[in-house]
């Protein structure tokens, strides 16, 4: 079955770096366009980072242009996401997400929190 498994969050301090890792198995990966959420304390999941399948479209929230990027190694299955000036809002469970048809598929989630 299709299974997505986050990893590289952590601890920082505002103005730090960090780079999740999304690794993806059960689906053709190269094929499917990949998407980073977040979900904060008391706020609805909002969308971070999409790519597309051979990575050649990307978009951004907002929020985030410019100090996230987003990229995906469709040989090693794996998308990931690097945060650099992260700030006290960036604090958020991060899931990857993929959609197979009429469904949409989470992985786990990793906690990124920054703060002094």
């Known amino acids: 079955q299709v299974q997505l498994v986050e990893s590289g969050g952590g601890l920082v301090q505002p103005g730090g770096s960090l780079r999740l890792s999304c690794a993806a198995s059960?689906?053709?990966?190269?094929?499917?366009?990949m998407t980073w959420y977040r979900q904060a304390p008391g706020k609805e999941r909002e969308l971070v980072a999409s790519?597309?399948?051979?990575?050649?479209?990307?978009n951004y929230a907002e929020s985030v242009k410019g100090r996230f990027t987003i990229s995906r190694d469709n040989a090693k299955n794996t998308v990931y996401l690097q945060m650099n000036s992260l700030k006290p809002e960036d604090t958020a469970v991060y899931y990857c997400?993929?959609?197979?048809?009429?469904?949409?598929?989470w992985g786990q989630g990793t906690q990124v929190t920054a703060s002094s």
């Open positions: 790519i597309t399948n051979t990575g050649g479209s990307t």
């Open positions: 997400n993929v959609l197979i048809g009429l469904k949409s598929y």
């Open positions: 059960g689906f053709t990966f190269r094929l499917r366009t």
